[in-house]
């Protein structure tokens, strides 16, 4: 029924990624009691309702990438109205690679409230299981279908140093896995899981040249890919950068201007480098 102080709220659910057992009971709760479900897909909906045995109140529509620019405006109306309105996709939190980030912002600009009933998360899910750093993590959801550009993304990320964490469908694994070899190479340590939280969940953690040749047999199910991050630069020191600058005047750049540049590239302190140079012509002219 909708709030009494007549007052609506926009509640994005997260379903189970896999295994019914995870539905929260805050989830089930409102699933039953909330006024209006926008779904992804209203038969996956009306299927999980069934085998969870809740009978929504609320009248359900749908909401996917197909409709949704369309349907903001009911949505938002419906919730300025006083309405209770669940948005759920058909697996995990709604807004993260599924539909729901456009509603919310739009939400949120008319100053409806959103909130959210937390739950299962395959990129979570995923990265705890990795065997990755889980520190610093970056999610990139689903590259391009097309080779072209899907190296061209990947090659963006050589020199990321978190954990990447990607979806790509079964069929598309072992191309992406290429993909991914030729970015950052074959030793690159990874993980490839499927089936999250379901009876044939599997985690295969390996390099990433072993994981296209099992990827290459043909997978099943739904898929995440983790890849570590890229190994942090190490830090020259000033010494190894004097001959550097040493080049650059000789080619007949000032002085100044040469240090600024070797210690900007190298990351190194602009002053102590400056000093280093200084340091040396002196010695050099003992």
């Known amino acids: 029924m909708q709030n009494s102080d007549n007052e609506g709220v926009i509640v994005l ?41 809740i009978k929504p109140a609320g009248r359900v529509m749908s909401l996917h990438e197909h409709n949704e620019a369309h349907k903001l405006g009911e949505v938002i109306e419906l919730a300025r109205e ?8 058909d697996a995990g939190m709604p807004a993260v690679s599924d539909p729901g980030y456009p509603l919310v912002a739009a939400a949120m600009e008319a ?6 009933v937390p739950g299962p998360s395959a990129v979570l899910t995923a990265l705890a299981l990795s065997g990755l750093p889980t520190g610093r993590f970056t999610f ?28 790509e ?49 043909g997978l099943r199910g739904e898929i995440v890919v983790v890849i570590s991050g890229a190994s942090a630069p190490e830090t020259a020191s000033i010494e190894d950068l004097l001959p550097k600058v040493s080049t650059l005047v000789a080619d007949g ?26 340091a040396e012509r002196h010695e050099a002219k003992k």
């Open 140 to 167: 990139e959801g689903f590259l391009p279908r097309k080779a072209g550009e899907r190296r061209k993304r990947l090659g963006a990320l050589l020199h990321e140093e978190r954990t990447m964490v990607f979806f």
């Open 169 to 217: 469908a079964p069929h598309r694994v072992a191309d992406f896995l290429a993909s991914a070899i030729e970015a950052f190479g074959a030793q690159r340590q990874a993980a490839v899981a499927r089936e999250l939280t379901k009876k044939f969940e599997e985690v295969r953690r390996d390099e990433l040249g072993a994981l296209k040749a099992w990827a290459d047999e």
């Open 111 to 116: 100053g409806i409230r959103v909130t959210a």
């Open 13 to 53: 659910g997260a379903t189970p990624i896999g295994n019914l057992s995870d539905a929260s009971p805050r989830l089930r709760e409102i699933m039953e009691s909330a006024d209006v479900i926008a779904a992804e897909d209203t038969r996956n909906f009306h299927h999980l309702a069934h085998a969870l045995g």
């Open 253 to 278: 750049m000032r002085m100044k201007q040469a240090v600024a540049e070797v210690a900007e590239a190298a990351g190194a302190k602009k002053r102590d480098l400056y000093e280093a140079v200084l």
């Open 82 to 89: 006083g309405a209770t309105v669940l948005v759920v996709s």
